[in-house]
């Protein structure tokens, strides 16, 4: 495998943190992201982008973070104890779109890199990302569209990679203890090498590059839709099941609250207003019950 190339995988990110804050802003038009940087202690640091209370978005995190320590933590370690000991390199972006309108879905994206090194041992590396889509309200063409652009950025890189992390996402992003898919899935994939490190890193970059034409056509057809308290009710509630995942089961979140990271940055995907109720159901029949009934079933959008 051809040697990793950390600086490069850091400018990347960089500026596809440029170009993702820069799109938002664009759909926004009526705020725009402040921005924090921050200093680990232990190593490393990173910069964090948040908006809040715009017309469209009612909170969007970006946030691109370096840091490297002496160990891998056990978020890390738990399905790769080899790599205990050993020092670490971590960097990524990561980002969570809250909108403010209950028929824009919440977006979800992260990209990242690892590389972890031992005295006289090669280094182990590996990338890791992709991208999923929570409805609160679904519409099968917004659907279809997400995984096409999604399949699109796996193609070039075989055409059994797009099944592949699509079902490694449906099955990543479920809440066992609700029984329930987080939303409508899109691509998920980690400890990925396989294609040499250039190669890998392409696919990794073609990724990112897609998520803002996978979810931008989706926010300018719905932004404008009309709703009512019904509808952002609905959105709150679900929202819940949001914080639920990423507090309990995401990787990205035990990792950075274990390596000692910026807690703002790390909490940053949760929503503003959230809201749970004692075993609620939704009506039969209902707008609502349509989002279980055919929205959180993993199946094949684009066979539909």
């Not at 797009?162 to 899109?186: A, N, T």
Request: net charge negative; glycine share 8%; hydrophobic share 35%.
């Amino acid at each position: 495998m051809n040697a990793p190339n950390v600086k490069a995988v850091s400018d990347y990110l960089l500026d596809l943190q440029d170009r993702i804050c820069g799109a938002l802003e664009t759909l926004d038009q009526e705020k725009s992201f402040r921005e924090d940087k921050w200093i680990r202690e232990e190593g490393g640091g990173g910069r964090s982008r948040v908006m809040e209370e715009g017309d469209v978005f009612e909170k969007a995190g970006i946030n691109f973070s370096h840091v490297h320590g002496r160990q891998l933590p056990a978020s890390a370690t738990a399905h790769r104890p080899e790599l205990a000991g050993r020092s670490f390199e971590a960097l990524g972006v990561s980002l969570v779109i809250h909108p403010r309108n209950p028929y824009v879905p919440t977006s979800h994206a992260n990209v990242r890199f690892f590389i972890a090194e031992k005295e006289n041992a090669e280094p182990v590396w590996w990338f890791g990302g992709g991208f999923d889509l929570t409805p609160y309200y679904g519409f099968e063409e917004d659907a279809m569209h997400w995984h096409s652009t999604a399949r699109q950025a796996c193609d070039p890189f075989g055409k059994s990679i797009y099944p592949r992390f699509k079902k490694w996402c449906d099955e990543y992003f479920f809440l066992k203890h609700r029984g329930e898919p987080r939303g409508i899935g899109g691509l998920f994939f980690d400890d990925f090498n396989e294609l040499g490190f250039e190669t890998s890193f392409a696919f990794m970059q073609s990724v990112g590059d897609h998520y803002i034409p996978a979810y931008t056509p989706i926010v300018e057809r719905r932004k404008d839709h009309p709703y009512a308290e019904r509808e952002r009710d609905f959105q709150m509630y679900r929202r819940g099941r949001y914080v639920e995942f990423n507090l309990v089961y995401d990787r990205g979140t035990l990792f950075g609250l274990q390596t000692g990271g910026r807690t703002e940055s790390i909490l940053m995907s949760l929503p503003p207003i959230v809201k749970w109720r004692y075993d609620w159901h939704p009506a039969e029949g209902s707008p609502e019950a349509e989002l279980y009934e055919k929205f959180l079933n993993p199946r094949d959008w684009l066979s539909t």
